[in-house]
């Protein structure tokens, strides 16, 4: 018993020593290169993931980007051909205003022009039939009414005429 | 024949001390009054450490000379121990930032201690010293003081480094306690500093010792009975302890590996 218990100073100092040893040798060469090897593997792999989730989201946002532009553009697209709509129809009725205005104003003017005419066609066939009537009463009756009387009874059946 | 067995039975318990004992002094060496002497414990010591660096300085080879190397076989099984040793004691205890510090010690502690409750394992170190028992030499307490010290020291280190000489012992002492408190306190802290080491000491020894004690006692009644049939049924016994101690010889090391990296971390990180 006394041998497991025995005070051993000698295996202390050359426990030390060992250690020591094995601590400066493999803690240069081994144990910090591995340790260093091993944090900077782990950095690696996490900023290699941070960069792959930042690079996901960039692609993310630029898909929306372009889906909220392709949406613009189609929206624009469609204003534009409403808008292009609406001028036309606006267009189209005035001109159909326009030419409604104008043929109106055409239609008066010929029965404007129409009754000019025929008034006038009127007034020359009366003078006419007066010329003629005098004339042919005149051969008739050249003697026996004078002129004034001629006149007077030429007048009178016009005016029979004009309200017949 | 009675007569031989029984001599033989009060003898088994000092035969089996003397198997798991340290052998006699091998070599002796003298240095300013010191006694160095060479004995079985040194040699194995010697072995372990030899070992632990061929192996260590094999497996770490591309760690050397490759910025970002990619470990295969037998460098990535080894680098696989020494992550675990980093992630799974280091990081926990010291902190991420103080790895890099106290990796080496923390990882020279683990490895050597593992390669020498291994080397007791294996009995073939009985024929260093004409048959005498095959020991563990992280079975004698010497050895485990010695270790132990080491623990010791790198916690008064660890704090001096972190806070400065006055404001470690100061640490010491939680903040906002009663001087009444502080008269208990403080001898109970002093008792700790000395505790801690002497429980890593005793824990590692104890241990490492209680394996090979149970298996000898296992092989004691071969010699006691002189029965064959009783020789069958030990070495099946032995056979499952073997396979118990490597268990206990990884937990161990694990153990002290730990309680001072702990240790150390509580000294860096105080009043956690």
Known sequence: ?164 | MAQGGHETSTNIGEQIIAHVANSGEMIHFELFGINLSITKHVIMLWIAASLLITVALYASRKYRSEKRPIPSGFTNAFEFVVDFVRTGILIPTVGKNHVLKWGPLVMSFFFLILTMNFLGLMPMFNYINHGHGGTTPTGNFNMTAALAIITFFAIIIAGVLEHGFFRYWKNMIPGNVPKAVLIILIPIEVMSMFVRPFALTMRLAANMTAGHIAMLAIFAPIFILHNAYVGVASVAMNVGITFLEIIVSIVQAYVFTLLSSVFIGQSIHPHH
Do not use: C, H
């Open chain 1, 1 to 164: 018993m006394e041998n497991l218990l025995r005070f051993d100073t000698g295996l202390m100092i050359w426990t030390w020593i060992t250690f020591i040893i094995v601590l400066v040798v493999l803690g240069t060469k081994a144990w910090k290169p591995m340790i260093k090897a091993l944090e900077d593997r782990e950095n690696f792999i996490r900023e290699s993931l941070e960069e792959a989730k930042a690079a996901r989201k960039e692609a993310d946002k630029v898909a929306s980007e372009y889906e909220a532009m392709v949406a613009k553009a189609r929206q624009e697209a469609q204003e534009i051909v409403a808008a292009g709509k609406d001028t036309a129809e606006r267009m189209k009725t005035e001109i159909l205003n326009e030419t409604q205005v104008k043929s109106a104003g055409i239609l008066k003017q010929a029965e404007a022009q129409i009754t000019t005419e025929r008034d006038k066609a009127i007034s020359e066939i009366r003078t006419q039939i007066v010329d003629i009537s005098i004339a042919a009463a005149e051969k008739i009756i050249v003697k026996s009414l004078s002129r004034e009387d001629n006149e007077r009874l030429i007048k009178d059946a016009l005016k029979d005429y004009g309200q017949n």
